[in-house]
């Protein structure tokens, strides 16, 4: 069968290649991108259908007489304004879209079922009393200030907050990579994590990319989000406070203060005063079951230590993140990874629906990122309903 050649634009070509890494297409159709700028050649569309899967655009975006103009809300509430924050990656863009989705269908389930609106939604909006807005958050989820003692380590402090979000009907989903496809690695350089206010179904996405200590402030960030009732996109590394809107610094010191409260901090400080100061950062850390750097911020807050030797700490942080990750082992248990990922409301909501008749199979393959063969798996270890 003859090749069939496609009418690219070349506007559309270029916007495709600054949509994604050269590397990640290939000697071979850059070569062929190159011809197709310069006029010599013309593409097939096999060879653009190939340009599509390679960049993950939509084949549909390179038949456009200008490149598409997508328009992403959740961009204008970064918490650092960057150049790669205002150019999204695909995988960033995948993702928001795949939340959107879900949080699309858990809104109009929760209205179809005659739930209420969220009374924590906003609750403190406008609001920039730390104190308060801590208290609230305390009162509204029943957390005792020494929470953390009642868990044994980070991973287990993380789903002991997830519990208490899911109980008041926050959906909570996490992953490191798009969909299921190992290939798109979610970059925690461009987002930790990031939430989707609404008054039914609030939703936090977390980055399982992110170290576990990361992990847990992110989840703490967005709690607060919420209570304030605006979106967020957070993509603060380094805790950048010169970059930083208000707001930021409330979610920040508010998740801190939830984390480590102030009174406690203060004693632990002092009853470990007799360490060397990273030892002392990273015995109190295990304490309250959080990363090194939250413990060297409320450090530098109560100027318990310098800006430097606070930076010194986020620096040996990320050195450490980095240096785990390059030797960590791939694998793992493939229904562990797939349980992390997902909201129990929501997968209990899902097969609710599908009990009803109102949900088919294929919409909850497609909203989980399961098939046939796993979804039962999936759900039953989330506490889905049977059939």
């Not at 005792?144 to 959906?171: Q, S, T």
């Not at 480590?260 to 901090?265: C, G, S, T, Y």
């Not at 980095?322 to 997968?347: H, V, W």
């Amino acid at each position: 069968m003859p090749a069939i050649n496609v009418n690219i634009q070349p506007e559309v070509i270029h916007w495709a290649l600054s949509q994604t890494q050269e590397s990640k297409l290939g000697d071979k159709l850059m070569k062929n991108i190159k011809h197709w700028l310069d006029g010599t050649k013309t593409p097939t569309f096999n060879q653009i259908e190939d340009f599509s899967k390679k960049s993950n655009i939509p084949l549909g975006y390179f038949f456009l007489q200008t490149p598409p103009k997508e328009y992403i809300p959740l961009l204008e509430y970064r918490t650092v304004d960057s150049i790669q924050s205002a150019n999204p990656s695909r995988n960033l863009i995948d993702t928001i879209h795949e939340m959107e989705a879900v949080q699309d269908w858990m809104i109009s389930y929760r209205k179809d079922m005659g739930f209420d609106v969220l009374p924590i939604v906003g609750s403190m909006k406008g609001s920039t009393d730390i104190t308060a807005i801590v208290d609230k958050i305390r009162a509204d989820l029943e957390l005792d200030k020494a929470w953390f003692e009642k868990c044994n380590n980070i991973p287990n402090a993380f789903n002991y907050m997830r519990g208490l979000l899911e109980e008041n009907g926050i959906v909570v989903m996490m992953n490191g990579v798009v969909n299921k496809n190992t290939h798109r690695a979610l970059n925690v350089e461009e987002f930790r994590a990031f939430t989707l206010v609404n008054e039914w179904a609030p939703l936090i996405f977390i980055n399982a990319a992110d170290s576990q200590g990361a992990r847990l402030f992110s989840l703490f960030h967005e709690i607060v989000h919420i209570w304030l009732g605006e979106d967020d996109l957070y993509n603060d590394v380094r805790n950048s406070p010169d970059s930083m809107k208000q707001i930021e610094f409330i979610c920040n010191a508010v998740a801190g203060e939830l984390m480590v409260p102030q009174k406690i901090f203060l004693y632990k400080w002092n009853q470990t005063a007799a360490e060397d100061l990273f030892q002392r950062i990273k015995t109190i850390s295990k304490y309250f079951l959080c990363s090194e750097i939250v413990i060297a911020r409320k450090a530098l807050d109560n100027k318990k230590i310098t800006k430097s030797a606070y930076d010194q700490i986020v620096e040996n942080a990320l050195n450490a993140y980095k240096a785990a990750k390059e030797n960590k082992e791939s694998g793992g248990n493939y229904y562990n990874t797939m349980t992390s990922r997902l909201d129990r409301c929501f997968i209990r909501a899902l097969c609710e629906s599908i009990n009803m008749g109102r949900t088919s199979y294929t919409e909850a393959y497609r909203l989980t990122n399961t098939s046939r063969k796993t979804f039962s798996e999936v759900a039953d270890r989330l506490g889905g309903a049977e059939w």
